[in-house]
């Protein structure tokens, strides 16, 4: 689903919020700088296999961090191909990812989608999202992720952190995740891209906290329009 960037997502305009960001992301890059990477950006790093970043993204919606890691490496020890995951029975699948939220849905999805890599893909992950939302359980932030970390192309993954960030600090006014993709390929150098849901994934975690955020230790609070925001520390 393609959606069109429209002008009032932009209450300080587009320029406004290119500039915005352009000033900030350097500070946010900086101030993440030493805190541990989201899970699946580690097993990104540690085994450049667009496979398995998209199983690990599967793995990780509405689950802790270091639950997800974990899981992840449990499956991964079970089964590193396409081909070795479709085979595995659902409740092996389930096993090895528990506690991870909505296993039993996961394990299904997972299964599922290792069977359409073989049967129409040749065992390879695509590197075209719109191939890739094609996959059970795959929706645009899982494809993006994978574009990102498996394939090192342009894209931007929108998740919770994302969303909520950049609508608080109003650069943007969005409701909802696949609103606030597109307001950001219009406005976010292309240059972020790629590194922009890590950063505030990470950001989100430390200190732009969804409820009570840190604004006392926040570096861009003379530059956030804290939309939104009712209670702070």
């Known amino acids: 689903m393609k959606v069109t960037a429209r002008d009032e997502w932009f209450p300080i305009g587009r320029d406004g919020a290119t500039g915005l960001f352009r000033k900030i992301v350097p500070v946010l890059r900086k101030a993440v700088k030493g805190l541990k990477d ?13 496979f398995r970043v998209l199983v690990s993204t599967v793995i990780s919606a509405r689950t802790k961090d270091e639950v997800t890691g974990a899981a992840s490496e449990r499956l991964f020890a079970l089964a590193s191909t396409p081909g070795e995951m479709s085979r595995l029975r659902a409740a ?21 989608l290792c069977r359409m890599l073989v049967d129409e893909y040749g065992g390879e992950v695509p590197g075209e999202i719109e191939q890739l939302v094609r996959l059970p359980g795959v929706g645009r932030k899982t494809a993006n992720l994978v574009l990102t970390l498996g394939f090192g192309k342009l894209g931007i993954c929108v998740d919770t952190h994302v969303h909520r960030v950049c609508n608080r600090l109003g650069a ?6 696949s609103e606030t993709e597109a307001a950001l390929r219009e406005v976010l150098p292309k240059r972020n891209w790629i590194e922009i849901n890590d950063i505030l994934v990470m950001y989100g975690q430390a200190i732009c906290n969804p409820v009570s955020p840190w604004c006392s230790r926040c570096g861009i609070i003379e530059e956030c329009g804290r939309v939104g925001v009712t209670r702070s520390r």
Not at 38 to 50: D, L, M
Not at 100 to 105: E, P, Q, S
Not at 172 to 177: D, E
Request: charged share 25%; glycine share 2%; no cysteine.
């Open 38 to 50: 989201p899970s699946v950006t580690q097993i990104a790093k540690r085994s450049n296999s667009p």
């Open 92 to 112: 092996s699948i389930e096993k090895a990812i528990y506690p991870a939220g909505f296993y039993r849905t996961k394990a299904r999805a997972i299964k599922s």
């Open 172 to 177: 943007i006014r969005t409701r909802h995740p």
